[in-house]
């Protein structure tokens, strides 16, 4: 058994971290390290929620053309001068515009071509004329619009020059910015980018992630747990956290507690390697080891619980995230640290995608001084339950939770009753 | 032009609805035809975010086996009895216990076997005694677990039976139930379905949702605006909201204005068919005639705006939503209305995927009374600023807003300072 020659026999191991760093130093390093990938050029259907990497100006005009914003007639507007209810004012119609499809000739006073909504006003016209202030609109029997070509109509009310017109323009105005870099894009900025003629837009690149879960103790997920070996838990929820975090995910499957194995697996064609298990300061925490060799282990240890082996730092071009083993350690690792990293390498916001709420705690919460809790609580009619302190190796505490809560590392802790804030899972 | 033979024509079209359905009753009507779809049975790696169809219990102990929670020594507790600091006792460690690799022997009295966290609690043992309660400790110098056997190590404090010790089922119980139908999954429960050895799990089936987008004024998005033609920009858009609520998307392209190709839409394979443009009650307005010859147009015409040409029905099995075709209109009436009806089908819950924030109004905001009003706004340092009240065709101006409020039917508006709920696009 060549693994048991690496048995616990370090003193470190045996006797924790030296000094563990403040989640503060940890954040500041981290952040230091992070600025947006560079662009890719993805067809616009793809574009939602992905991150501008350039600002968009509008080359065109939309619409074109000065259209009608109402079911009616396109006028000029002095046309209507001085007609009332009692006293209609004749109007020739001309013909009809729809959209798509306008009226190619001219309007002179006296004349009105019949108008859809949304469709191109005529030359020479200024206003329309709503059909409400129409008599003798036409019929249902003048469907032909060559038969309604010299109808007269009457109008029944003044209209003012401009009314009831959308102008050129006034939706996106040519040359307009319409988008700054940064801009996460929302559905209707597909549209207002269609409208405009775009076909592609130059957005930030996901960063890849690639997972080494580690453990010889584990069986890959979609195993059946087998004695003593244990199902891979952390593999599923990093490489969903990841989605969530609009990270690319490459998991290629559970990585041998070896140096090679493990070395090699840092090398991957990705942004960000994220290491699971064999974080701490044992000889058989090799990850850490393994990085400070040959890369920079800028962090290890932090003064927080769960996830207090988690260690950070560099290997070439990546971004390292050295997460415990234990799932509820791991999951709080990654989202102070590796979701963090990942959504700003993606040109997103730092804060967590997390909802909070405010509401009162049950019961008396305590932490000792120095070092940030994270609780799992129940949030119920009653306030704010904290479960049972749990292991982190019970990862079911976070899925009976509705969400958790912080504890600073300046704070003892929160006496029942306190108004906390609650940060939901779900 | 055969089209133009279908023109504005129809009294009807030109005088507007006959009367208008407040919007709680489309709602009324929309939510009783609404329960979620079947299920279908997807690979765990997919069923982030995805909502189960059936509860699911634990079908097995997870961990397996009593396990440390601690590195140190597992020992039966009363071997430990009376030992302090300056009085040690005397414990002979019989070999190494590792994660997956448990130590194979019994324990007796004044026996121990150094134990790593998470490694099988060895039999005979109820206690694990912290590395730093124990005096000398083995070294670097024991690599080999061979040579550690035998070695005597001494107990410096007591410890109680079942400290430091994780039992068999901590995490999950055999036969708990672990999540129940409806649980939209997160990414920790993909962890703790991987745990019990779950491959796959039967969730809700996402909607299908055909896009059935109308206008001969129309080209596809990608092209360039033509003359009078303008760029779609409805579909994207509304591909972007569907896929945003958990639908899947079928758009095949552009449809024309005509009875036969419309007919043949509202037959695709889809459980939600979301009609845009042409839903008014003109004679060019094709979709409701067909609705309500052929399946069921339940309502048409909502006091709401923009958004008022919106008609919901029936069509088979499919329910279908006829949005108007300016697109604020029609980012409107989806909110109100398919998106709604998507989640819920997709058993998520009815509720906006909007977050809101109150704050004050920066001016006076008026609405006639019997109709709902969506006013886009701006928000910032000074409050909730109303945007100039733009056309419904005017789409960038949701874009420029950071999002809208609605004003009830039964309110005549907001004076300036009023505290307003504003739901946030982005």
């Known amino acids: 058994m060549d693994r048991h020659n690496k048995g616990l026999t370090d003193d470190v191991r045996m006797r924790g971290f030296s000094r563990r760093q403040p989640v503060e130093a940890a954040l500041e390093w981290l952040d230091s390290e992070l600025r947006p990938l560079d662009a890719e050029v993805v067809p616009l259907q793809q574009a939602a929620s992905r991150v501008l990497a350039s600002p968009i100006d509008g080359e065109i005009d939309v619409p074109g053309f000065d259209r009608a914003m109402m079911d009616g007639y396109a006028?000029?507007?002095?046309?209507?001068?001085?007609?009332?209810?009692?006293?209609?004012?004749?109007?020739?119609?001309?013909?009809?515009?729809?959209?798509?499809?306008?009226?190619?000739?001219?309007?002179?006073?006296?004349?009105?071509?019949?108008?859809?909504?949304?469709?191109?006003?005529?030359?020479?016209?200024d206003a329309v004329l709503p059909a409400e202030s129409v008599r003798n609109a036409a019929g249902a029997d003048e469907a032909d619009a060559r038969a309604l070509s010299g109808r007269v109509v009457n109008a029944l009310a003044e209209v003012a020059p401009g009314r009831h017109i959308g102008r050129r323009?006034?939706?996106?105005?040519?040359?307009?910015?319409?988008?700054?870099?940064?801009?996460?894009?929302?559905?209707?900025?597909?549209?207002?980018?269609?409208?405009?003629?775009?076909?592609?837009?130059r957005v930030v690149r996901k960063p890849r992630v690639r997972l080494v879960v580690t453990g010889n103790e584990l069986v890959p997920s979609g195993s059946k747990p087998d004695g003593y070996r244990l199902v891979d838990a952390n593999g599923p929820m990093l490489a969903a956290l990841v989605e969530r975090d609009h990270g690319v995910v490459d998991f290629p499957g559970l990585v041998p507690d070896t140096e090679d194995a493990i070395l090699d697996a840092l090398r991957a064609d990705a942004d960000v390697v994220i290491v699971s298990g064999g974080s701490s300061v044992g000889v058989q925490d090799l990850a850490p080891m393994l990085l400070a060799t040959h890369g920079e282990l800028a962090i290890h240890g932090i003064?927080?619980?769960?996830?207090?082996?988690?260690?950070?730092?560099?290997?070439?071009?990546?971004?390292?995230?050295?997460?415990?083993?234990?799932?509820?350690?791991?999951?709080?690792?990654?989202?102070?640290?590796?979701?963090?990293?990942?959504?700003?390498?993606?040109?997103?916001?730092?804060?967590?995608?997390?909802?909070?709420?405010?509401?009162?705690?049950?019961?008396?919460?305590?932490?000792?001084?120095?070092?940030?809790?994270?609780?799992?609580?129940?949030?119920?009619?009653?306030?704010?339950?904290?479960?049972?302190?749990?292991?982190?190796?019970?990862l079911s505490s976070t899925t009976r939770a509705e969400g958790f809560l912080l504890i600073p590392a300046d704070s003892e802790g929160f006496a029942a009753g306190t108004d906390v804030e609650v940060w939901l899972y779900g």
């Open 169 to 201: 323009g006034e939706d996106v105005a040519r040359g307009a910015r319409l988008f700054e870099a940064g801009r996460l894009l929302r559905p209707q900025d597909l549209g207002v980018l269609s409208s405009v003629g775009a076909r592609e837009v």
């Open 303 to 394: 003064s927080m619980r769960p996830g207090s082996p988690t260690g950070l730092g560099r290997f070439g071009h990546r971004l390292v995230f050295l997460l415990p083993g234990f799932p509820v350690s791991c999951l709080c690792a990654y989202d102070f640290f590796a979701g963090r990293a990942i959504r700003a390498l993606g040109g997103r916001s730092k804060t967590w995608p997390y909802r909070s709420i405010r509401a009162k705690l049950t019961r008396t919460l305590t932490s000792p001084l120095g070092r940030l809790d994270y609780a799992r609580v129940r949030v119920g009619e009653g306030g704010v339950e904290p479960l049972a302190i749990s292991g982190a190796s019970v």
């Open 75 to 125: 006028v000029i507007a002095s046309s209507t001068t001085g007609a009332t209810l009692r006293d209609g004012i004749p109007l020739t119609v001309l013909g009809d515009s729809l959209p798509g499809y306008p009226y190619e000739g001219v309007v002179g006073i006296g004349e009105a071509v019949r108008i859809m909504t949304g469709s191109p006003l005529p030359v020479g016209c």
